[in-house]
């Protein structure tokens, strides 16, 4: 059974920075679909970044393109989701979530129904 716990959330001013961690429990990460998730109150968990099992093909939301950076580490079986010139907009709680899938990643992280492990969120506020 694959488990996550998401960590790195917190307060920012709007231009700053932070940098989400999401620890794997359960199995290696080889093969795994890792991505990262937000949702606000209301609305429905939007795919925000997100990497194949292989770790040769990146999705990004058209919302952080050029912000936001998802990297593995796989000798601490870790995935982080580095956030630089962060927005009042990126506010939201941020989630982790992994998947065993040969679905093409770009499919896999619009829609959260793909994935069926996640960790518990991590409330990310950039105020001005």
């Known amino acids: 059974q694959v488990q996550l716990v998401a960590s790195g959330g917190g307060l920012v001013q709007a231009g700053g920075s932070l940098r989400l961690s999401c620890v794997v429990s359960g199995r290696t990460l080889d093969r795994l679909a890792i991505g990262w998730f937000r949702q606000t109150p209301g609305s429905e968990r939007e795919g925000v970044a997100c990497?194949?099992?292989?770790?040769?093909?990146?999705y990004y939301g058209d919302s952080v393109k050029g912000r936001f950076t998802i990297s593995k580490e796989s000798a601490k079986n870790a995935v982080y989701l580095q956030m630089d010139s962060l927005k009042p907009g990126d506010t939201a709680v941020y989630y982790c979530?992994?998947?065993?899938?040969?679905?093409?990643?770009?499919?896999?992280?619009?829609?959260?129904?793909?994935?069926?492990?996640w960790g518990q969120g991590t409330q990310v506020t950039a105020h001005h």
């Open positions: 979530a992994a998947e065993l899938s040969l679905m093409p990643i770009q499919r896999m992280c619009r829609s959260a129904e793909y994935w069926r492990n």
């Open positions: 990497l194949s099992g292989r770790g040769e093909d990146t």
